[in-house]
Nanobody, 117 residues
Framework: QVQLVESGGGLVQAGGSLSLSCAAS????MGWFRQAPGKEREFVAAISRSGTITSYGDSVKGRFASSRDNTKNTVYLRMNSLKPEDTAVYYC??????????????WGQGTQVTVSS
């Protein structure tokens, strides 16, 4: 059982930045997904177990960055130049380096990110 605890969500204005954290009970490749009301869950980012390889969804590429602190088993999602369209519940997921949510076995509780216009 891998337990994930997310933190860092909140309310920011468009153009601002926010950082999310996901503390895991073990070291694993991880992904970030988001889901806005009325929309399908969307791939945001993935990071390899070592942290040396990352992938990003087209809608966030160039604005978001994922990193990790391997000594703490914590993965971060740095969100810059936020847009109202980024408003969603953000989830971290563990167990795969993939853009497909079906490849993940464990999920965090989600954290709300709201970007005002």
């Amino acid at each position: 059982q891998v337990q994930l605890v997310e933190s860092g969500g909140g309310l920011v204005q468009a153009g601002g930045s926010l950082s999310l954290s996901c503390a895991a009970s073990g070291r694993t490749a991880m992904g970030w997904f988001r889901q806005a009301p009325g929309k399908e869950r969307e791939f945001v980012a993935a990071i390899s177990r070592s942290g040396t390889i990352t992938s990003y969804g087209d809608s966030v590429k160039g604005r978001f960055a994922s990193s990790r602190d391997n000594t703490k088993n914590t993965v971060y999602l740095r969100m810059n130049s936020l847009k109202p369209e980024d408003t969603a519940v953000y989830y971290c997921a563990a167990g795969s380096y993939s853009y497909d949510e079906r490849d993940y076995s464990y999920w965090g509780q989600g954290t709300q990110v709201t970007v005002s216009s």
